[in-house]
């Protein structure tokens, strides 16, 4: 019973994350993605597979895929636990871990239909969650929405947000063009003046306010700004070629109607260099996160490299591009050649610990950590680090900490290191 007692004690300094502090988590799960050796996952969902619908030991692996991808296109996750960790420290018996603990829910914030609100639920299955201390109030309000990536494809087809646009070459203009350009030129230079050539003299902050209100500016953020109506494509291009002809400085970004025609065009100022830049990466962060949601971890993970460690992998996999990727191939090859275009190595735990003799009988998690615990002598100490935003154990927080805590002893008997590398489709055909 040492180790879930190890497990929970350890779970419980997860970090929750909801809408409301997903950007800041998306942050320091990067800075810890960086630094680790692996990545375990592990994900709650509204059921599993019952009777028949079960992998068995006898089915092949494209019946094991099969009934998988029925259970993935069936259930919703609702939290999803990401765990980074560190195997490589002075101490060999020392494991280091973030666990983050991803409270998700689908949520169509841009009105098109997108994600489904439609998914099966085991009344067992939740009274289960509930009982141990799932808040599904929190997941359903508070819970953070996602696209898959399919989905942000149509969604950016059928939602406009301001936007940069390149500046094509000239061409002939009218007389009309000519006085449009000239006018806005004249009004965007006045208004820049009042930010790039302050008046010295100390007027106070009334007169400095009023000023500016007179010059007929706003702001983008906390950055001076001027918004131009625009009633063609020919006069966006004449607006950016007159801000681009009066200085580096200005930023000009284009504001879409409801249709997608632009309306207007806004003007930024910005004090220096590292501030456009900074402007410009604001902008594009802006854009991603408002289609992203959730994806935006699975890119960190795609991104990173490291080695995903989970247990029945190929239910948490198969889950994870049906809602995050696209919708699931219809075989498992198609399947394996999609996956690995995002994560190309994924260990299941319970392929490992199958190469122990005596452990392949072993039926879930417990079963091989109570195992090991009674014949094999490898200490292993979860350290977690202190992380604002902590809460109390879940159960689904308690399994991911049971496979990084299970990784790490299979990893010491078995000599792997953390540059070991499995392919996932070894792995999945396998598990």
């Known amino acids: 019973m040492a180790a879930p007692r190890a497990a929970a004690a350890a779970a419980a300094s997860a970090k929750q994350v909801t809408r409301r502090n997903f950007a800041e988590a998306v942050r320091e ?46 259930f919703q996750p609702l ?15 020392t494991l280091v871990a973030y666990p983050y ?8 914030e841009l ?20 009982n141990d201390g799932f808040d599904f109030n929190m997941c359903i309000y508070d819970g953070i929405s ?58 106070g902050s009334l007169v400095s306010s009023f000023s500016r209100l007179i010059l007929g500016g706003e702001t983008y953020g906390s950055r001076p700004s001027i918004s131009i109506d625009v009633c063609s494509d020919q006069q966006v291009q004449l607006v950016l070629e007159a801000a681009n002809h009066i200085s580096d400085d200005l930023v000009p970004l284009v504001v879409p109607d409801k249709a997608g025609a632009a309306r207007t065009v806004c003007v930024i100022f910005t004090s220096s260099k590292e501030d456009k830049n900074l402007l410009l990466m ?17 890119d960190l993970l795609s991104s990173s490299q490291k080695p995903i460690v989970s247990y029945n992998c190929l239910n948490d996999l198969t889950m994870m591009h049906s809602k995050f990727l696209a919708p699931l191939p219809p075989n498992m ?16 735990v319970s392929h490992l610990w199958r190469q122990i003799g005596p452990l392949r009988k072993a039926k879930n998690i417990q079963a091989a950590l109570s195992y ?39 990893s010491n008997l078995l000599k792997i290191s953390p540059e070991y590398q499995l392919k996932s489709g070894e792995n999945l055909s396998r598990s």
């Open 333 to 348: 090859h198609e399947f394996m050649c999609s996956l690995k275009m995002v994560f190309s190595n994924v260990v299941d």
């Open 79 to 93: 939290q999803i636990a990401v765990c980074p960790f560190l195997l490589r420290n002075s101490s060999p018996s």
């Open 372 to 410: 090991l615990q009674r014949q094999y002598f490898v200490p292993i100490e979860i350290k977690i680090p202190e992380q604002d935003g902590t809460s109390g154990v879940t159960k689904n927080e308690q399994n991911v900490l049971r496979i990084t805590k299970l990784f790490a002893k299979l």
């Open 111 to 130: 009105q098109l239909g997108m994600p489904s609100y439609s998914f099966s639920c085991q009344s067992s299955y939740l009274s289960t969650m509930a």
């Open 101 to 108: 603990n991803f409270h998700i829910f689908p949520r169509d």
């Open 29 to 74: 799960l990067g800075a810890h993605l960086e630094s680790c050796d692996y990545v375990a996952v592990a994900a709650q969902k509204t059921g599993a597979p019952t009777g028949w619908r079960r992998a068995l030991p006898v089915d092949t692996a494209e019946t094991a895929y099969l009934k998988a991808k029925l259970a993935a296109e069936s």
């Open 282 to 298: 604001d902008i594009q962060q802006s854009t991603e996160e408002k289609f992203r949601g959730f994806r935006e971890v699975i």
């Open 146 to 203: 996602y696209l898959s990536r399919v989905q942000e494809s149509f969604a950016r087809q059928k939602v406009f947000t301001p936007h940069l646009r390149p500046l094509l070459p000239s061409q002939s203009t009218s007389v009309a063009d000519s006085v449009f350009k000239s006018r806005i030129k004249s009004r965007i230079m006045h208004w820049r003046k009042g930010y790039a050539e302050p008046n010295k003299k100390d007027d």
